[in-house]
């Protein structure tokens, strides 16, 4: 289905419910949501929220949570340096209004780490210093646990071919996507979803961009080793059935493939995602073998090749989407 003549696909902005509505007339921030290279902007939503630091801390960068770190250890050292000077005399052997002083005897007490050069000499130190010691308690251990958290989550290593093809598979177009396991120990349990988002219109003009779930041969995989090409058969039932690739790139249409996993060495399910415009679909190719057996009945994978492709030979090409189980 194409866009009236009035319409860009290229202007509709994605919704909630799948349909296409116009900008909002007040401009906010767009802020990226990304699947796999495919980037969505939503306006509106806020990244910090105050009621789950927790996610903002997890999703931020290493070098943002790094400056976040350090930052937050000036500031509070900072505070407490200010307290102890506001009252002179409470710190033995720090100058009268000496900041710097103050500030190296904080980074001290919050480590609870102290040399003995300088000490609280006041009731007033000491009760500023037993509380610095009890946040830097509490300090140590957050920043611990969120250190933690972010070396501890789990990533899938999945190598995707470059292009997906469209190629003959048993006298029926098929549609396909190679994949490789990139871990040197197996997958198991794997699961994968293959839909295409496609710009539909109505009879009343309105554009919808509609996400179909595209039918797979097999799309679970119990033991993930070596390389799996999915496969979709172009058929009548299929929503890319009659489509050109002039009809793809027109109407926008994008592959979403999502994959599930449990990595036995981690213990975890595993998730990743991978998204593909229509402009990289190659019609009347296919891929090149990856998969080999040596003279010894053994079973190779060579990672290097998932993307490499060549002329489908089965049938001549075409640019028209449609008139087994994957490879160990």
């Given at each position: 289905m194409r866009p009236?003549?009035?319409?860009?696909?290229?202007?509709?902005?994605l919704s909630g419910d799948n349909g296409v509505q116009r900008p909002p007339a007040r401009r906010g921030t767009a802020r990226p949501v990304r699947i796999g290279a495919f980037e969505l902007f939503t306006t509106g939503a806020s990244r910090f929220d105050l009621r789950d630091p927790y996610?903002?801390?997890?999703?931020?960068?290493?070098?943002?949570f790094f400056l976040c770190l350090v930052v937050s250890e000036l500031l509070i050292n900072s505070g407490f340096a200010l307290l102890y000077i506001a009252v002179p005399g409470s710190i033995a052997n720090v100058p009268a209004g000496s900041f710097v002083d103050a500030f190296f005897f904080s980074i001290e007490t919050l480590a609870t780490v102290g040399y003995g050069t300088m000490v609280p000499a006041t009731r007033y130190g000491h009760v500023i210093s037993a509380i610095e010691i009890v946040c830097g308690i509490v300090y140590t251990a957050v920043v611990t646990g969120v250190i933690f958290i972010r070396f501890s989550k789990p990533k899938v290593k999945i190598v995707y071919a470059e292009r997906p093809v469209v190629a003959n598979h048993n006298g029926v177009p098929t549609l396909m996507i190679r994949i490789a396991n990139g871990r040197t120990h197996v997958l198991t349990d794997a699961s994968v979803r293959l839909s295409a988002l496609i710009l539909e219109s109505t009879p009343e003009g309105q554009l919808f961009r509609r996400m179909h779930s595209?039918?797979?041969?097999?799309?679970?995989?119990?033991l993930f080793a070596l390389t799996w090409t999915l496969m979709h058969k172009i058929d009548e039932r299929s929503p890319l059935h009659a489509h050109s690739a002039d009809d793809l790139?027109?109407?926008?249409?994008r592959l979403m493939l999502s994959i599930e996993a449990r990595d036995p060495a981690l213990s975890v399910q595993v998730h990743d995602l991978m998204s593909y415009p229509?402009?990289?679909?190659?019609?009347?190719?296919?891929?090149?073998?990856?998969?080999?057996?040596?003279?010894r009945g053994r079973t190779s994978a060579d990672i290097r090749r998932v993307s490499l492709i060549e002329p489908d030979l089965a049938a001549p090409r075409s640019t028209t989407a449609g008139s087994q189980e994957p490879p160990a």
């Open positions: 009236s003549s009035d319409h860009s696909p290229k202007r509709p902005v996610h903002f801390i997890a999703t931020m960068s290493w070098p943002v595209l039918e797979l041969a097999l799309s679970h995989f119990p790139i027109r109407d926008g249409v229509a402009e990289t679909i190659a019609f009347g190719m296919r891929y090149s073998d990856a998969v080999s057996w040596d003279d």
